[in-house]
């Protein structure tokens, strides 16, 4: 019998993800009983409504295993010391064929990750709260993927890669992510005053929960020095950077000087390329997926709203824009955790 074009999807799915499979350096993991799967969705964040079909589709290696399978070379790809950076990762969607028990796929990997990722913070020594804020950024995405395509489900997959490496931190209003600038990718350098290519950079993120008050931002920029001298003593970072339509100049055209995103902006010396960032924009503003955006039909409740909708209909675009700071000087601290991989 030929195989139908759903099954082809499915089986070319589950090759991609064991092409990729590297040597592990954590254990493979066990199934989880349903109440340490609800456990484990808590401390994750994972909302409550996608609780029951997240468990309801929970692959295990008796009754699904070649999704059993596939997670488990997912779970080797996470934490092996050789794995790709998360944006060369070859994670794909699962194919609309496997329903809900696709969507769900990658939620099930980080459910079976998680003491693997809990134990690397543990020997940093980072703080509970910290790790809850960072972990419950998955659950976050969630209520993102329900918002935008209005059901359950999960693709920010290769986003997560971070949190679960170790790479990234939420302190306070702010994300922050160890990484190396690399100007090539960027467009240019940052000039003589800024980091230097190649330089050890501190990542900013913008979680899109709360306002992006001075007051806040300040906070989290004097924890970032302090937090990453103290837990990853052997990378210090003098600088931070950020990648984002939010610091594009345009914006000043329509947001008064005060505006919270105006005054993120001018922490910033801009630098590098500009590309188009009009898909990012809209998915962070009205959470609707790339390429699907109805202008009319989007709300204009806020001058951001107002903003965005009126700068496009006049045929512009938004740009990605890239900036550096200095980050604030700290106190010595004592190194309280063992620099990873």
């Given at each position: 019998?030929?195989?139908?074009?759903?099954?082809?999807?499915?089986?070319?799915?589950?090759?991609?993800?064991?092409?990729?499979?590297?040597?592990?350096?954590?254990?493979?993991?066990?199934?989880?009983?349903?109440?340490?799967?609800?456990?484990?969705?808590?401390?994750?964040?994972?909302?409550?409504?996608?609780?029951?079909?997240?468990?309801?589709?929970?692959?295990?290696?008796?009754?699904?295993?070649?999704?059993?399978?596939?997670?488990?070379?997912?779970?080797?790809?996470?934490?092996?010391?050789?794995?790709?950076?998360?944006?060369?990762?070859?994670?794909?969607?699962?194919?609309?064929?496997?329903?809900?028990?696709?969507?769900?796929?990658?939620?099930?990997?980080?459910?079976?990750?998680?003491?693997?990722?809990?134990?690397?913070q543990r020997r940093l020594g980072v703080?509970?709260?910290?790790?809850?804020?960072?972990?419950?950024?998955?659950?976050?995405?969630?209520?993102?993927?329900?918002?935008?395509?209005?059901?359950?489900?999960?693709?920010?997959?290769?986003?997560?890669?971070?949190?679960?490496?170790?790479?990234?931190?939420?302190?306070?209003?702010?994300?922050?992510?160890?990484?190396?600038?690399?100007?090539?990718?960027?467009?240019?350098?940052?000039?003589?005053?800024?980091?230097?290519?190649?330089?050890?950079?501190?990542?900013?993120?913008?979680?899109?929960?709360?306002?992006?008050?001075?007051?806040?931002?300040?906070?989290?920029?004097?924890?970032?020095?302090?937090?990453?001298?103290?837990?990853?003593?052997?990378?210090?970072?003098?600088?931070?950077?950020?990648?984002?339509?939010?610091?594009?100049?345009?914006?000043?055209?329509?947001?008064?000087?005060?505006?919270?995103?105006?005054?993120?902006?001018?922490?910033?010396?801009?630098?590098?390329?500009?590309?188009?960032?009009?898909?990012?924009?809209?998915?962070?503003?009205?959470?609707?997926?790339?390429?699907?955006?109805?202008?009319?039909?989007?709300?204009?409740?806020?001058?951001?709203?107002?903003?965005?909708?009126?700068?496009?209909?006049?045929?512009?675009?938004w740009r990605l824009t890239h900036g550096?700071?200095?980050?604030?000087?700290?106190?010595?601290?004592?190194?309280?955790?063992?620099?990873?991989?």
């Amino acid at each position: 019998m030929t195989r139908t074009l759903t099954a082809l999807d499915v089986e070319e799915w589950l090759d991609v993800l064991g092409r990729q499979e590297a040597a592990g350096d954590v254990p493979d993991p066990e199934p989880i009983s349903p109440d340490e799967a609800r456990r484990r969705m808590r401390l994750l964040a994972v909302p409550t409504e996608d609780h029951d079909p997240v468990l309801a589709t929970l692959p295990d290696p008796a009754r699904t295993p070649d999704r059993w399978r596939a997670l488990l070379h997912c779970h080797r790809t996470l934490f092996a010391r050789s794995a790709p950076a998360p944006r060369e990762t070859a994670w794909p969607a699962a194919p609309a064929a496997l329903g809900e028990a696709g969507r769900y796929f990658y939620v099930h990997l980080y459910l079976l990750a998680l003491p693997s990722a809990l134990e690397r913070q543990r020997r940093l020594g980072v703080p509970d709260d910290i790790v809850a804020a960072t972990f419950a950024d998955l659950g976050a995405k969630m209520t993102t993927y329900r918002l935008a395509h209005r059901t359950g489900g999960f693709d920010r997959q290769r986003w997560v890669m971070r949190h679960f490496r170790g790479t990234l931190h939420r302190l306070g209003r702010l994300q922050f992510e160890r990484t190396t600038l690399d100007t090539a990718a960027l467009g240019s350098p940052p000039g003589p005053d800024g980091p230097a290519d190649g330089e050890r950079v501190l990542d900013v993120h913008i979680p899109g929960d709360g306002p992006l008050t001075p007051a806040r931002c300040d906070a989290s920029l004097r924890t970032a020095r302090d937090f990453f001298t103290r837990h990853f003593p052997g990378a210090p970072a003098r600088f931070a950077t950020c990648s984002s339509w939010l610091l594009d100049d345009q914006l000043a055209a329509y947001l008064p000087p005060e505006a919270n995103i105006l005054r993120f902006q001018r922490r910033f010396t801009r630098f590098g390329s500009r590309s188009v960032g009009d898909d990012d924009v809209l998915e962070f503003v009205f959470h609707v997926p790339p390429g699907t955006a109805d202008l009319d039909r989007l709300p204009q409740q806020t001058t951001l709203h107002r903003a965005v909708v009126g700068h496009l209909r006049s045929g512009r675009h938004w740009r990605l824009t890239h900036g550096w700071t200095s980050l604030p000087a700290t106190p010595a601290v004592t190194p309280a955790g063992v620099l990873p991989r």
